[in-house]
């Protein structure tokens, strides 16, 4: 079921008219129990943040996950979530905002650098009592606001508290990055024994090269997910390490072979050579045929 517009949300839960056009905030309570029975499918036109707790099975994709504890999960226009018919929310919001409410702001131009948005729902962020309770102030503050008589201001203010909700929900993740520190250290260790063995065993020119979704779906995770993972632990990205790693099995072959570049670009995965010189520069500051002639 595609559901474009805050408009449309509500005329699906049997809600009023929105306050506003492109922003609400609704009970979870009221949501689940007037959604449409049956094993339904969602795409909505909008961003969600949702803090809840399920009795009941949340499907994403193809998996399903069990949330009993309270947790904030945050999606995009476009993807596509889903709940089974025996779905109970025990307590629980959401706030629907779209991206036209954006439109002009700051807020709507880095946007992208909000990664949880892509995450998955089995990397939501699981929050204490403290920290629902301040973010639940600032949806109470985006409610009242819209609430209000729409002037000049309003969407300033709106947006302002949504841009703090984002900001408090990159401070709780990198919490929870740390505190579960055993368990991301066992992931940041698997990949590096997959990149390792990707680039050992010689069929790159088959098989090209790896890219961030390999990996991320190697460890079951999102490529968000990994990609912040490895930055809050490593300091580098998922293609950092890639390009890292690839340029260190360039090395081994621009000084223990006597191959062209172009002949290494292709064993290495490369179909254009200058991409290869572009990336081997980019990591070394010396192009592959000087870094030949000075190593």
Known sequence: MD??????????????????????????????????????????????????????????????????????????????????????????????????????????????????????????????????????????????EYMQSIDKHTQSVIVSNIELLLNYGNRFYDRQFYTRAKVNSDVVQRFESLLKNYFSQGDLVENGLPDVTYFSSQLNLSANYLSDLLQKFTGKSTLEHIHLELVERAKSLLWGTENSISEIAYELGFEYPSHFTKIFKAKTGKSPSEYRTTA
């Not at 517009?5 to 129990?33: C, K, Q, W």
């Not at 929310?89 to 807020?107: E, I, K, R």
């Not at 990664?115 to 985006?142: G, M, Q, R």
Request: glycine letters at 8%; hydrophobic letters at 35%.
């Open 3 to 144: 559901i474009a517009t805050i408009g449309e949300l509500h005329d699906m839960v049997h809600y009023p008219r929105p306050r506003h056009p492109l922003v609400s905030v609704i009970d979870h309570n009221t949501f689940y129990a007037d959604r449409p029975k049956g094993n339904m499918l969602y795409r909505f036109g909008f961003y969600t943040i949702s803090c809840k707790k399920f009795d009941g099975l949340l499907h994403y994709g193809k998996s399903q996950y069990d949330f009993r504890d309270g947790s904030l999960m945050f999606t995009a226009p476009g993807q596509v979530l889903g709940a089974s018919p025996n779905v109970e929310v025990a307590d629980g919001w959401a706030l629907f905002f779209h991206p036209d409410l954006l439109h002009g702001t700051s807020l709507g131009s880095k946007m992208q650098q909000y990664s949880f948005f892509h995450y998955e729902v089995n990397e939501a962020l699981h929050i204490s009592t403290e920290e629902d309770a301040t973010i639940k102030d600032c949806v109470d503050k985006i409610a009242a």
